[in-house]
């Protein structure tokens, strides 16, 4: 017969580190983890035991996040993160955990505002604005809809030439591709490689960027949008000119058509303009020749 497994006690702090070592760090935007995880371990007891966590802890961790300005959808995901950490500890290590789910505790979002840059032209004014080792980074963006983790972490192997297309392992060790643009592919094509991360400055690779974008804007006269703002603009530029929200969820990687539909309201004016192309106002009749 076999020995009944047993159960034991780890803190916050060990498990966080542990989570990140086994599988945080593989990840795409495994940076943005380690900045959640530190927030994680500022505001909860990292030396209480994972099972030690109450209700009234998580509870104060969201209060804690929204005095600093966190907007529900990050306070969602450092939720998320809290919670896998748990999972982890429960199912590979054996540990005793939080009793009650943590995602109970995640905030209602707000229908999302879709911001997005009316024209090439004014991302261009930016993007020039900004310091030249960081434009090949900036046009990646625009031209692909990836996200900044992602694009930072981005290495030549992912980078097929051959075939246009970055090629990269995403969320639930899925693959992943999202085409490349001639314009792209010329400018990829004209960076040293200097070690195997793609975009570097000089030699190094790129940490934050948040400060030279916002800067740029300033710079451009343009008024400022978050760098996100550019994934957007692709998305709404790409279903304007398609008018199909599944090749949207395909090229930015949506797991579920659910979160592609943010952007379904941009189409409303292409839906009005169809209509009132296909009936004639004023006859009713069919406008087809």
């Known amino acids: ?33 380690l900045s959640k995880i530190k927030m994680l371990l500022n505001v909860f007891d990292r030396t209480k035991p994972l099972s030690q966590i109450s209700k009234a802890d998580v509870s104060n961790y969201v209060y804690v996040c929204q005095q600093m300005g966190r907007k529900p959808a990050t306070i969602n995901r450092h939720l998320v993160l809290l919670s896998s950490i748990c999972s982890r500890a429960k199912n590979h290590w ?6 009650f789910k943590i995602l109970s505790f995640k905030l209602k979002v707000p229908a999302e505002h879709v911001k997005y840059f009316q024209d ?21 963006a625009i031209y692909t809809g990836l996200r900044r983790g992602r694009i930072l972490s981005l290495q030549w192997q992912d980078i097929d030439f051959q075939n246009k297309q970055i090629i990269f392992i995403g969320k639930n060790n899925e693959i992943q591709s999202v085409p490349m643009v001639q ?7 004209q960076i040293p ?42 998305a709404t530029w790409l279903l304007r000119d398609s008018h199909d929200l ?35 106002k004023k006859t009713g009749r069919l406008n087809i020749n």
């Open 193 to 234: 490689r200097q070690n195997e991360t793609v975009f570097n400055i000089p030699g190094n690779p790129i940490g934050k960027i948040r400060r030279a974008w916002r800067n740029a804007c300033k710079r451009a006269g343009v008024p400022y949008q978050s760098f996100h703002t550019l994934r957007h603009t692709l």
């Open 120 to 140: 090439m032209d004014t991302v261009a004014r930016i993007i020039n604005a900004t310091p030249h080792a960081l434009q090949p980074f900036f046009w990646t």
């Open 94 to 99: 054996d540990c005793n955990v939080p009793n």
């Open 246 to 280: 599944r090749l949207v969820k395909d090229v930015l990687g949506h797991k579920s058509i659910q979160t592609t539909l943010k952007y379904a309201h941009l189409m409303s004016d292409a839906r009005n303009n169809a209509m009132g192309h296909l009936f004639e």
């Open 183 to 189: 314009p792209l592919i010329d400018i990829l094509l």
């Open 1 to 33: 017969m076999n020995s009944p497994v047993v159960s034991h006690e780890i803190t916050l702090d060990t498990a966080s580190a542990k989570w990140y070592l086994e599988y945080g760090q593989y990840l795409s935007n495994s940076t943005e983890y």
